[in-house]
């Protein structure tokens, strides 16, 4: 990195386009600074396929994107951001390229075999997911390495990039390898976008830390009361008529995609392990530009019949397994105990349990492409499955979330956060990224029905009772309806065209009436009829438009709870394009809509001249308040982080001895006590100074909205 890399506070998401490219992004560089960022966060900017609207399939990591402006201004767009204070982050793809003409490396034989990590046998190539035309990239070759990082480590090296984000690392051969070769090289500010179970913990690789998902989910679960979890999981087995948990439901759907669009990865990893799980592994010979410890890929004999026993051992493994992967490398003999374990978790075979953990003999190409494999299976499995299947609570069912887990308490909370303070203080705090399900303000409003459970059954079951003449021959069917009324009520207003393309994507993605390879588009048109006419039912508006102003109102207070822990919680706070002001989005690519940067420059403006702000404003004006004091208290968030005694429904916590935060994560005013913080304290939302003694009720310091920020005087 550059020698005095801009001092992290803040980083903004911004999701780069041919309709928004680098000089779009510089004309919002003042309007940030203004904000409080710290950091531009670009989406992909490498040469991506002509019309590619995201970035993803790069076809020439050697240049710069000419959609998106080209060198030149990109170099203006740094220019702009280091003349106002700020630095660049830059997420990049090493993983996959696409399977296009105009990529070199993949239309000449040659490079394609050495840059793609091709199978010998069907000639079929290593997918980024199921998607067919992004192909695996071999990084575990050095001269690989070297050729797709070239530009971007050039960057890096001039200072123009301060910070790198790595796309799913988990598919590649050797994370671990590949990472140490960055920092090697010069990349000292990396994130990855690691997706960790709720008991995982972040390996000690030379990273700045994850992406954030962890807290996403966290701080989300923080709000959900745990009182409400029997009677809306009873709601929902009546509801679904499936009694199931979520990991029996999730299981399922991983099994499903282990044995069908993912049998082709699962009959290579039965050809890699050989005829015999007994044999020992014989010497394979290095390829000159291949990296010390990994070998080559050899042909290792004809394809399976997809249900030979060994086939249905392995795709009934890879379901089971409890986290995206493991790291075990077979070449230098490590396996760590965190791999032991989500292996003994897992519902295997013992040889093939053995061969995993290298108990048992097995070639070291099986035993790699094994953990390339399971993330593919798990994401699409779990997040683009059984997370559409299962919804008894949609809040939860977000990327790295897990359904299963109704809220978390506040020493689990505390917890989280001084681990993440120690180990990794500069890791990324989300709570809502390009990939998310829902947006923040979404999944706010859905939490807010755990603190009103009784309200929403009862509204719940009218509804069904109501919109049942809106059917169409039972569709949409009952879980179907579900997902539509959370859905309405934690995006609404939204328009009928945006829920009916959401409804879409749902069905596909459960796979239960409709698919993307077996769309029922009678099934899906019902759907669509139904959302639209939600929207002209009298009975149904009627009451649905108050309790939805009820939920909104909790909702809202738990909004405004996350993005305050998320800008002063141990870690960087990342604010994804627009979310400064209300944000109800859905999934991509209703999450990717053009942003109305005029609305907010506007706002902003009038905060900053004294303005007080409204009900659209206030989130704009508590983020620009919190990342201001980060500006002016520096010191307290390189600091420690001492939680604060304050009950089971807030949570409180001191930062650097500096800046104490408190938020009540329940609705109504908190009955406890807050404990410790004595001393003078500026009120950093309201204005003013007091004296705190060392017990005060919670009631007496928070605000309006369950909210309370203060730095010491």
């Known amino acids: 990195m550059s020698a005095s890399p801009t001092q992290l506070r803040a980083t903004y998401r911004l999701q780069l386009n041919s309709s928004f490219g680098f000089a779009e992004a510089a004309s919002l560089v003042a309007y940030l600074r203004d904000l409080g960022v710290s950091h531009l966060y670009l989406s992909p900017s490498l040469q991506a396929r002509p019309g590619s609207e995201h970035g993803y ?3 020439d990591p050697g240049r710069i994107s000419a959609a ?3 060198e030149n201004e990109f170099r203006a767009l740094v220019d702009t951001a280091h003349g106002a204070g700020m630095g660049v982050v830059l997420d990049i793809v090493p993983n996959h390229m696409a399977t296009d003409a105009g ?4 239309a000449d034989p040659v490079l394609r075999e050495r840059f793609f990590d091709i199978d010998p046998v069907t000639g079929r190539h290593r997918r980024f997911f199921d998607v067919d035309d992004l192909a695996g990239v071999r990084q575990e070759d050095q001269v690989v390495f070297d050729e797709t990082h070239k530009l971007v480590l050039t960057l890096v090296r001039e200072g123009l990039i301060d910070g790198l984000r790595i796309d799913h690392p988990d598919g590649l051969a050797d994370p671990a390898g590949y990472l140490v070769a960055l920092h090697d090289r010069g990349a000292r500010r990396v994130w990855v976008e690691k997706i960790l179970g709720p008991d ?3 390996r000690d690789w030379p990273v700045t830390g994850t992406v954030g998902y962890e807290f996403l989910n966290d701080v989300c679960a923080l709000f959900v009361d745990p009182a409400a979890e029997a009677p809306l999981t009873s709601l929902w087995e009546q509801v679904s008529g499936d009694p199931r948990s979520f990991a029996e439901i999730a299981v399922e759907a991983k099994l499903e995609q282990s044995r069908g669009t993912f049998a082709p990865e699962v009959e290579r990893l039965a050809r890699d392990l050989g005829p015999d799980p007994d044999a020992k592994v014989g010497a394979s010979s290095s390829d000159p530009g291949t990296s010390p410890g990994h070998a080559n890929f050899g042909v290792l004999g004809p394809p399976l019949e997809p249900q030979t026993p060994k086939f249905a051992e392995i795709a009934a493994a890879v379901a089971s397994l409890p986290i995206y992967r493991t790291y075990v490398d077979p070449c230098t003999g490590q396996v760590s105990d965190a791999d032991r374990q989500a292996i003994a978790a897992a519902d295997m075979a013992d040889w093939l349990a053995e061969t995993l953990v290298l108990q048992r003999a097995a070639r070291p190409e099986f035993v790699t492409r094994f953990q390339q494999t399971t993330p593919a299976i ?18 939860l069912n977000d990327v790295g979330g897990d359904p299963s887990r109704f809220g978390i308490d506040v ?12 180990r990794f203080p500069l890791n990324l705090l989300t709570t809502q990224t390009h990939d998310t399900k829902r947006s923040a303000d979404v999944r706010a409003r859905i939490a807010a029905l755990a603190s009103m459970p009784d309200q929403w059954i009862e509204h719940m079951r ?13 569709a949409p069917d009952d879980l179907e309806r579900y997902f539509i009324f959370q859905t309405l009520l934690g995006a609404w207003p939204i328009e009928p065209q945006r829920i009916e393309e959401y409804m879409e994507k749902v069905l596909r993605e459960a796979k239960r009436n409709s698919s993307w390879v077996e769309q029922n588009h009678e099934w899906e048109a019902a759907v669509k009829r139904f959302c639209r006419a939600l929207y002209t039912d009298r009975s149904f508006l009627a009451d649905f438009a108050p309790f939805v102003e009820r939920a909104a109102t909790v909702g809202d207070r738990i909004a405004f709870g996350m993005l305050v822990l998320k800008l002063t919680a141990p870690g960087i706070p990342d604010l994804y394009q627009g979310d400064e002001l209300p944000y109800r989005a859905l999934v991509d690519p209703d999450n990717r809509r053009p942003v109305d940067w005029a609305e907010r420059q506007t706002q902003l403006a009038r905060l900053m001249g004294g303005g007080r702000p409204n009900a659209e404003s206030h989130k704009l004006w508590l983020t620009s308040r919190l990342l201001t004091l980060r500006i002016r208290r520096p010191e307290a968030y390189t600091g420690g982080y001492e939680p604060m005694p304050a009950g089971e429904r807030a949570v409180a916590f001191v930062r650097g001895g500096a800046v104490l935060v408190a938020v009540a994560t329940r609705p109504g005013p908190p009955p406890d006590d807050l404990q410790g913080p004595a001393g003078r304290w500026r009120d950093v939302l309201r204005g003013g100074e007091r004296a705190l003694h060392p017990r005060v009720p919670l009631a007496d310091v928070l605000d309006e909205y369950g909210i309370a920020v203060y730095e010491r005087v």
């Open 462 to 474: 009218r509804w069904l009772e109501l919109t049942e003449p809106l059917r169409t021959d039972g």
């Open 200 to 202: 995982e913990r972040l």
């Open 68 to 70: 998106l402006g080209g």
């Open 57 to 59: 399939d790069v076809i």
């Open 411 to 422: 020493d689990r909370f505390h917890a989280r956060n001084a681990e993440r303070g120690q």
């Open 378 to 395: 798990e994401a699409k499995g779990v997040e683009d499955t059984a997370f559409y299947r299962y919804g008894r609570l949609l809040a």
């Open 103 to 106: 990529n070199r490396y993949w």
